[in-house]
């Protein structure tokens, strides 16, 4: 399969321990996003990276998020010090080239602080 | 800030009748996309339109993006169970580094 993989799918952590969630894009996409869904809600933007430079950050992430595409192939998306309120679904998506390009989604990485 | 706000964010209705959902915003967009999400998945692209007034339909379905590009809709007509899903409309502005903004999204639930 030559979808988007995310790992791990899911993780249970306590509060104040630090995750990293992967992402593998499509090979020849070199747009990658990573956003975060709480149920039943539309996908909140977090970061995105055309190739290996990470274009915008939302200011809405606290610096305890960290996300790197070191060779404009994989991602990862470091959280530190988890809180109750990190407790989200984590999703990556890659397109190739620009904006009205189709984004496809992974499957999610699904986090749980306890 | 870009928004897209959604509505209704729930519905529910019986196999067979229509319903329209709507995305609207007080910004302008350049592309305006709809998915459709599962449980367990990922969104998945149902489609994008580009040009203010433009009309696309996909089988039952009608997505419209509005003259001024600031809004849309989503028509299903003859709803079926399989339909059921998150709907989720989603902009981009080429002017903003094209980075794509979801709306908080549409829970659409059809019984038989």
């Known amino acids: 399969d030559t979808g988007v993989s995310q790992d791990p799918r899911h993780k249970i952590t306590k509060r104040g321990q630090n995750v990293t969630f992967r992402c593998d894009p499509i090979?020849?996409?070199?747009?990658l996003y990573w956003y975060r869904q709480t149920l039943g809600q539309g996908p909140e933007f977090l970061t995105y990276?055309?190739?290996?430079?990470?274009?915008?950050k939302s200011r809405l992430l606290s610096d305890r998020f960290s996300a790197e595409r070191p060779k404009g192939s994989f991602s990862t998306l470091e959280i530190q010090r988890t809180e109750q309120g990190d407790s989200a679904m984590y999703l990556c998506?890659?397109?190739?080239?620009?904006?009205?390009?189709?984004?496809?989604f992974g499957e999610g990485s699904r986090l749980t602080v306890l | 800030t870009q928004l897209l706000e959604q509505s209704p964010q729930f519905l529910s209705i019986q196999e067979g009748e229509n319903l329209t959902v709507y995305c609207n915003s007080s910004?302008?967009?350049?592309?305006l996309q709809w998915y459709r999400q599962e449980p367990g998945e990922g969104p998945v692209l149902l489609v994008t339109?580009?040009?203010?007034?433009e009309v696309k339909k996909l089988k039952r379905l009608t997505f419209q993006f509005g003259d001024a590009r600031k809004d849309s809709s989503l028509h299903i007509t003859a709803a079926q169970t399989g339909d059921t899903g998150l709907y989720l409309c989603?902009?981009?502005?080429?002017?903003?580094?094209?980075?794509?903004?979801f709306g908080q999204g549409t829970e659409l639930s059809v019984k038989p």
């Open positions: 998506a890659s397109s190739r080239g620009y904006a009205d390009r189709e984004l496809f």
């Open positions: 090979s020849e996409h070199n747009r």
């Open positions: 990276f055309q190739n290996e430079a990470q274009l915008e």
């Open positions: 910004s302008v967009f350049s592309s």
């Open positions: 339109v580009v040009t203010g007034g």
């Open positions: 989603a902009g981009a502005n080429y002017n903003q580094g094209g980075k794509l903004i």
